[in-house]
């Protein structure tokens, strides 16, 4: 079978090629650049993985190719990032990578060049049950990216071949070293590649000007001066620069709401504090992969951050596709923009953006919420 992979020049990657074509695939590489560079591009250098990339085809024969995808990526992935800061959310680009531009983009040009499947370095798995593919988590939990790839329908996945989705990240370099692949040592890249190295506050200021304004208590208190409040995140202590304040305590601050039409960013001390804890939250339209929900209303377990344990839920949907999900525990910085992620054990079921939480800040009010079933109560 002709399968193109997604080859980053990374050592995940390089491995997928490496199994693939140990599994007899006729496997080819495409390079995807997803960014233009500038001078202001720092250690985010497409050019060097590019590069690792060739080399990884050269040691294992098979057939390089390259496109570049900025211009999709911008108008499909980099606008809404954009919009979403200006709204004073804080989105998740990977996911809407994976949707647009891996599984979209990059699946049609792979089409074109006349492979049969496609395959990615992602950490996954696939299988199919009464005539549905499933997304399922990764053997290696700490590596697992369904999270990520939530949004992806039945048609990527009946095309989308994930080889390191059996393997944990030990063998995973291990195979990169007894193969000699130039990667195998390579440190793994982490945070969000067209900003690279810099400082996130002053990349996002080059898209959208700084705004100062004040920093409150939640009681109306001026404690500070924000460089503009599109800028922070729920939840964020590092970068405030609230020094010590006669009557509060030795506590650390932290952001704890954001009115960005008022330019206002509302701050509390202490990583604990009710300010940043909900129960329940509202999405925008839910994906789900098999097609459709589960039920109306069900029981599972959800993620509302890449990195976070499985937490119990209920979830109900609404009459506009939107879902409410009411949690067993109250979650900490649940932040509107990101993704909440539903899993039935093993299973991906999907998942939705968050638009909003019942925190005191987090814009769900009560007469929005609706009654669960009396079986899906926690």
């Known amino acids: 079978m002709k399968v193109m992979l997604g080859i980053s020049g990374g050592v995940d990657s390089s491995v997928a090629a490496l199994l693939l074509q140990q599994a007899g695939h006729a496997v080819e590489g495409l390079f995807m650049q997803?960014?233009?560079?500038?001078?202001?591009?720092?250690?985010?250098?497409?050019?060097?993985?590019r590069k690792d990339a060739v080399a990884v085809c050269g040691r294992l024969g098979i057939p390089f190719h390259a496109r570049n995808f900025s211009g999709a990526y911008w108008d499909g992935v980099f606008?809404?990032?954009?919009?979403?800061?200006?709204?004073?959310?804080?989105?998740?680009?990977?996911?809407?990578?994976?949707?647009?531009?891996?599984?979209?983009?990059?699946?049609?040009?792979?089409?074109?060049?006349?492979?049969e499947k496609i395959a990615t370095g992602h950490y996954?798995?696939?299988?199919?049950?009464?005539?549905?593919?499933?997304?399922?988590?990764?053997?290696?939990?700490?590596?697992?990216?369904?999270?990520?790839?939530?949004?992806?329908?039945?048609?990527q996945l009946a095309a989308t071949l994930f080889?390191?989705?059996?393997?944990?990240?030990?063998?995973?370099?291990?195979?990169?070293?007894?193969?000699?692949?130039?990667?195998?040592?390579?440190?793994?890249?982490?945070?969000?590649?067209?900003?690279?190295?810099?400082?996130?506050?002053?990349?996002?200021?080059?898209?959208?000007?700084?705004?100062?304004?004040?920093?409150?208590?939640?009681?109306?208190?001026?404690?500070g001066e924000h460089a503009g409040a599109m800028y922070y995140t729920l939840g964020q202590r590092n970068g405030l620069g609230?020094?010590?304040?006669?009557?509060?305590?030795?506590?650390?601050?932290?952001?704890?709401?954001?009115?960005v039409a008022a330019n206002v960013l509302y701050v509390a001390q202490g990583g604990e504090n009710h300010w940043l804890h909900s129960h329940t939250l509202r999405t925008e339209t839910a994906h789900w992969i098999a097609g459709a929900a589960p039920a109306a209303s069900f029981r599972c377990t959800a993620?509302?951050?890449?990195?976070?344990?499985?937490?119990?839920?209920?979830?109900?949907?609404?009459?506009?596709?939107?879902?409410q999900v009411r949690f067993?525990?109250?979650?900490?910085?649940?932040?509107?923009?990101?993704?909440v992620v539903f899993y039935d054990g093993e299973v991906c079921l999907g998942g939705a953006v968050i638009a909003a939480t019942d925190a005191?800040?987090?814009?769900?009010?009560?007469?929005?919420?609706?009654?669960?079933?009396?079986?899906?109560?926690?």
Request: aromatic share 6%.
């Open 328 to 339: 067993d525990d109250a979650q900490r910085a649940v932040t509107p923009g990101q993704s």
């Open 163 to 223: 080889p390191l989705g059996e393997l944990e990240k030990t063998q995973v370099r291990e195979l990169a070293r007894t193969a000699a692949l130039p990667t195998h040592a390579k440190k793994d890249s982490t945070g969000i590649c067209f900003i690279g190295e810099r400082d996130f506050r002053d990349f996002l200021a080059q898209y959208i000007p700084a705004r100062p304004g004040p920093m409150q208590t939640p009681d109306g208190m001026t404690v």
């Open 79 to 115: 606008e809404h990032f954009l919009a979403e800061y200006r709204a004073g959310r804080t989105p998740n680009p990977d996911v809407l990578c994976n949707r647009e531009i891996k599984f979209k983009t990059f699946l049609d040009e792979a089409r074109a060049l006349g492979a």
């Open 303 to 323: 993620k509302t951050r890449y990195r976070q344990h499985d937490q119990a839920c209920a979830v109900h949907l609404l009459d506009d596709g939107n879902a």
């Open 34 to 49: 997803n960014w233009e560079e500038d001078d202001r591009a720092g250690p985010c250098s497409a050019d060097a993985d």
């Open 124 to 155: 996954a798995r696939v299988d199919q049950l009464d005539g549905r593919h499933r997304l399922l988590r990764a053997v290696d939990a700490g590596k697992d990216q369904s999270y990520f790839l939530h949004a992806l329908g039945q048609q």
């Open 242 to 259: 609230i020094g010590g304040r006669q009557g509060a305590s030795g506590e650390a601050w932290y952001v704890v709401g954001k009115n």
């Open 360 to 378: 005191p800040f987090g814009g769900l009010a009560e007469s929005h919420l609706t009654s669960l079933p009396h079986e899906n109560r926690p």
